[in-house]
């Protein structure tokens, strides 16, 4: 079964720190590629996708991610962060062929003002 | 455009209880979603639908969960009768047609007494 991995539960830093939070999936077929948002109080919202084409993504807010097939990764960064990017990231990974969404567990991420 | 709505936002019951969720999804979107997260995990999928057709409903705990999509726009989920582990949050989820990004609903929360 498709599994997806994120390494790290809870993230603490400084606001100007750069971010990366790691992302691994299972499945070896084709995928697409997501990470979702969850800003205390919010709903889940899409900060990036990838379906195919330049494996550097770039979404919102200043995030971006890169899929590396041969690693299974598609991990996410933010060269500095600020206040507001406190929230729970999810990397989620849809099999091309399937179409059923499996999401990682989610990173909290703090970010101290 | 209007984002996906659902309700209640809290739903508190009494174990053996029935409760009931509903989805309004983006107008237009045919696909829909209802997703169930366990407190410190991502979501996990429960049912999908193409209009009005339930067409992955593998991860569904038929003997007690039900689901219904009319006409293809709202849907409804229920629980008959309520067990303390389905203490969660119940997303509801909408995109254009498989494979998209999803949008995901603000969520019940539900809890069991």
């Known amino acids: 079964a498709q599994s997806v991995s994120q390494h790290n539960h809870h993230v603490i830093l400084s606001e100007a720190a750069s971010l990366e939070l790691g992302c691994n999936y299972s499945?070896?077929?084709?995928?697409?590629l997501f990470w979702y948002v969850q800003y205390p109080g919010q709903h889940l919202q899409l900060l990036l996708k990838y379906f195919s084409g330049d494996p550097l993504v770039k979404g919102i807010k200043g995030f971006e991610a890169e899929f590396i097939k041969s690693k299974f990764s598609f991990n996410l960064r933010k060269p500095s962060v600020q206040w507001s990017d406190t929230a729970e990231y999810f990397c989620?990974?849809?099999?091309?062929?399937?179409?059923?969404?499996?999401f990682g567990g989610g990173t909290r991420v703090l970010v101290k003002p | 455009e209007a984002g996906v709505v659902q309700s209640p936002r809290y739903k508190i019951i009494e174990k053996k209880q029935p409760v009931a969720f509903w989805c309004n999804p983006i107008?237009?979107?045919?696909?829909l979603y209802w997703y169930r997260q366990n407190l410190g995990q991502g979501p996990e999928l429960l049912i999908r639908?193409?209009?009005?057709?339930?067409?992955?409903d593998s991860q569904l705990p038929k003997d007690r969960f039900s689901a219904e999509r009319l006409k293809g726009v709202d849907s409804t989920l229920k629980i008959q009768p309520a067990e303390l582990g389905d203490s969660a949050v119940y997303l509801c989820a909408s995109s254009l047609r498989q494979g998209q990004p999803q949008h995901f609903g603000d969520g019940t929360r539900l809890s069991i007494l």
């Open positions: 639908y193409e209009n009005e057709e339930a067409v992955d």
């Open positions: 499945y070896g077929g084709t995928v697409n």
């Open positions: 989620a990974v849809n099999q091309a062929a399937g179409n059923k969404l499996t």
């Open positions: 107008s237009g979107h045919n696909t």
